[in-house]
């Protein structure tokens, strides 16, 4: 088999020194390649894209494979990153390193992950897995820091165009972290604004005995005390995140119970704009291991959304169903939908779809769907946009029912 691999990599030399040199097409005909590791069922390229890493090129025809996003703290590939080394995964049913979970869904037993390095940082891995235990040796290893030294000569010489394209990315970056501070600034000067103007006229009102004046005006100093919390909530989180510190407290919970809870919060903004709640589950209770509360913050943000994007008077449907030992909630609205130039980067930090939202009301901080994302990745579950729904947006979150959950220690990915 060492003959083979060794033919194969003089292949993907061949192939890389015959091509246009773009970087995409190295990756392509390396993960492509099946002769330089024939043991292996499939083969990616994970590259970092904020605290995730997404596939660059993978060699899996399965949709749920090709969707997949790992988290960079708390992963076997996350780990490879940051320590500079080769690691193997013999079994993931008995390596702690790794998601037992999201390995069982994806029929993952075994993987060798090798990094990338790039002007003195590792920018993602080169990874190869097996549905077989146990398939990945030495001689491998070595094989895939071969297979890393022709991707890192290919990232040394990167054409103008794509330099481009790349100095154009980080620019576009600069400028939403730019316009993210602008809003931040925005949302806490506004609130802020209204507690200055209203606490005083409130101790005014109650001293001179204007009892109904005085509360009025308290409510309205709470509301936007409010909303500063949720604000600074948000950002506490996506640190949390960032650090893989993003504490879980899972236990035995119903799924229409934890929806029922959000509905309720949100049906007073929802009666302001006249939206109505249409809800349908089946019969049979759906029942997670998962933290509830977290669980609750990231359906909030989809249904807030849903309700700021919704025409006056329009209906927001909430699906849940069980689907091949999975829950499934789908969230749908009768909005403008998102914008097909828009979805790549739909759960990144920091972007905001303009659109038809309700006056007066804030735009969002951004923030909600990468959270959203972040909180289900750990709860082993995952949301997607529809892109095949066409009257508005549908969300779709799949997270796994109690006897399917991995339970504590979710939080490490394959």
Do not use: W
Request: contains cysteine; proline residues 5%.
């Amino acid at each position: 088999m060492q003959n083979d691999q060794l033919s194969g990599l003089l292949c993907i030399q061949q192939s890389v020194l015959a091509s246009s040199g773009l970087l995409q097409q190295t990756y392509d005909i390396i993960v492509e390649n099946h002769a330089v590791m024939p043991q292996a069922t499939g083969a990616a390229i994970e590259l970092i894209e904020g605290n995730m890493l997404r596939y660059a090129a993978v060699r899996d025809s399965r949709p749920e494979v090709k969707s997949m996003q790992l988290p960079l703290v708390g992963s076997l590939s996350g780990r490879a990153i940051l320590t500079g080394a080769t690691l193997i995964c013999n079994d993931s049913e008995t390596d702690d390193r790794v998601d037992l979970e999201a390995c069982r869904r994806v029929g993952l037993r075994s993987m060798i992950v090798t990094p990338i390095p790039y002007r003195g940082a590792n920018i993602g891995v080169l990874k190869f897995y097996s549905s077989e235990p146990g398939v990945f040796g030495d001689f491998d290893e070595l094989v895939t820091q071969l297979l890393v030294g022709i991707i890192a000569a290919g990232l040394s010489q990167i054409s103008e165009t794509e330099a481009l394209a790349m100095k154009g990315k980080l620019l576009e970056a600069v400028q939403l972290k730019q316009e993210f501070v602008s809003m931040v600034s925005h949302e806490l000067k506004s609130p802020i604004a209204a507690l200055l103007g209203a606490l005083p006229l409130a101790e005014d009102a109650l001293a001179s005995g204007e009892t109904a004046t005085g509360q009025r005006l308290l409510a309205i100093a709470m509301r936007n005390t409010e909303r500063m919390k949720r604000l600074v909530d948000d950002l506490m989180d996506v640190h949390a995140m960032d650090e893989g510190h993003l504490t879980l407290d899972l236990k035995s919970v119903e799924l229409s119970e934890i929806v029922s809870t959000v509905l309720a919060d949100l049906e007073p903004t929802a009666r302001s704009k006249q939206l109505r709640f249409a809800v349908t589950q089946p019969q049979e209770p759906i029942r997670l291991n998962t933290d509830p509360n977290r669980l609750s913050q990231a359906i909030v943000n989809i249904v807030a959304n849903a309700i700021r994007f919704s025409p006056i008077g329009g209906i927001i449907t909430i699906n849940m169903e069980l689907s091949a030992n999975q829950a499934v909630i789908r969230i749908d609205d009768q909005g403008p939908g998102i914008p097909e130039e828009f979805r790549d980067k739909l759960f990144t930090r920091f972007s905001r779809v303009a659109g038809d939202h309700a006056p007066g009301t804030p735009q969002g901080t951004g923030l909600g769907l990468f959270i959203s994302q972040n909180i289900l990745h750990e709860l082993s579950g995952s949301i997607q946009l529809d892109s095949q729904y066409k009257s508005g947006a549908r969300f779709i979150i799949r997270l796994p029912t109690e006897q399917h959950q991995a339970g504590p220690g979710s939080e490490r990915r394959g």
